[in-house]
């Protein structure tokens, strides 16, 4: 059975730091574009940051560029988000995607929700002094 197990995530203080893994299993992320999205209470599940399956090129969303940082290792089947500089704003529960189709657009088009077959089981980080 195809799916992504996450790991991490939990508490942390305004200005810390956090790492979320995403594993698949049942199937291989090689050729598959991936992305982290976060949603928090009472709003709609938001792309973050994205890898293009075309180039390997990586999209953020303005609200995390320069802090959160997307990558991936193919051996060990993983995608990771690196998280500095957390702000109580980044508060949310945290799923990684991954889909298989290769899809081109406008900038931040490969982050859809709607473009992402596989997800994980999503991860709650809190950020609070």
């Known amino acids: 059975q195809a799916q992504l197990v996450q790991s991490g995530g939990g508490f942390v203080q305004p200005g810390g730091s956090l790492r979320l893994s995403c594993v698949a299993s049942?199937?291989?992320?090689?050729?598959?574009?991936v992305g982290w999205f976060r949603q928090a209470p009472g709003k709609e599940r938001e792309g973050i940051s994205c890898?293009?399956?075309?180039?390997?090129?990586?999209w953020s969303s303005d609200s995390v560029k320069g802090r959160f940082t997307i990558s991936r290792d193919d051996a060990k089947n993983v995608v990771y988000l690196q998280m500095d500089s957390l702000k109580p704003e980044d508060s949310a529960t945290y799923y990684c995607?991954?889909?298989?189709?290769?899809?081109?657009?406008?900038?931040?088009?490969?982050?859809?929700?709607?473009?992402?077959?596989?997800w994980g089981q999503g991860t709650q980080v809190t950020v609070s002094s």
């Open positions: 049942g199937f291989t992320l090689d050729g598959y574009r």
């Open positions: 890898m293009s399956n075309i180039d390997g090129s990586i």
């Open positions: 995607a991954a889909d298989r189709s290769r899809v081109t657009g406008p900038s931040g088009y490969e982050c859809y929700v709607r473009l992402f077959n596989y």
